[in-house]
């Protein structure tokens, strides 16, 4: 039995939970989600938690079993708090500035790096250096998060680039003088 599948995941106030033909829709105060159900997993709400098993033991069904309890706690948490991730720019000149729906990225191009957010993120520029990405879809959050990111990674000899807040950058050595 997975350790993670058998625990139950507690449903926080004012969200609403709803099982049909394979479907999970959980709505909240901060929005809805939905998600599809694969393989031989049954969803059972009972009282103030909710329940995943599965109906056999085969490989698929075993790995669904975790992955679908994990899910159901991620979406229970985004419509009732919400998720954010931070975002560090670090370098001479790297700005990132907010300008109606869309993010302007200064990265040290010779060109402005324009990025629009997906429907359900929002996105805050509290400072020059510093990204804020929340919503009610973790997956989402997170991806719009690593896409930010991946227009410039942190480079490891002098730490430039656009870095998760808090993330650790292995430095290197550049070159000894000498021998």
């Known amino acids: 039995m997975s350790r993670i599948g058998k625990k ?9 939970i709803d099982v049909k033909d394979g479907v999970i829709k959980v709505e909240g105060p901060k929005g809805k989600l939905e998600q599809k159900l694969r393989g031989d997993i049954a969803i059972k709400v009972e009282g ?13 069904t075993r790995a ?9 706690n991620n979406m229970i948490t985004g419509v009732s708090q919400g998720f954010s991730r931070k975002l560090e720019l670090v370098g001479v000149g790297y700005k990132a500035e907010l300008k109606s729906n869309y993010v302007i990225l200064s990265l040290g191009y010779s060109h402005p790096i324009y990025f629009r957010p997906p429907e359900g993120v929002k996105i805050e520029v509290p400072s020059p250096t510093n990204i804020t990405i929340s919503g009610i879809d973790k997956e989402l959050v997170g991806g ?4 930010i990111r991946s227009f410039r ?3 490891p000899y002098k730490g430039k680039g656009v870095k998760y807040e808090g993330e650790v950058i292995r430095r290197k050595e550049g070159k000894t003088a000498g021998k």
């Open 8 to 16: 139950p995941v507690a449903i926080a106030k004012g969200v609403k």
């Open 48 to 60: 103030d938690a909710v329940k995943v098993e599965r109906g056999n033991d085969e490989k698929q």
């Open 64 to 72: 669904l079993h975790g992955l679908y309890r994990a899910l159901m």
């Open 144 to 147: 719009v998060a690593a896409k």
């Open 153 to 155: 990674k942190p480079e």
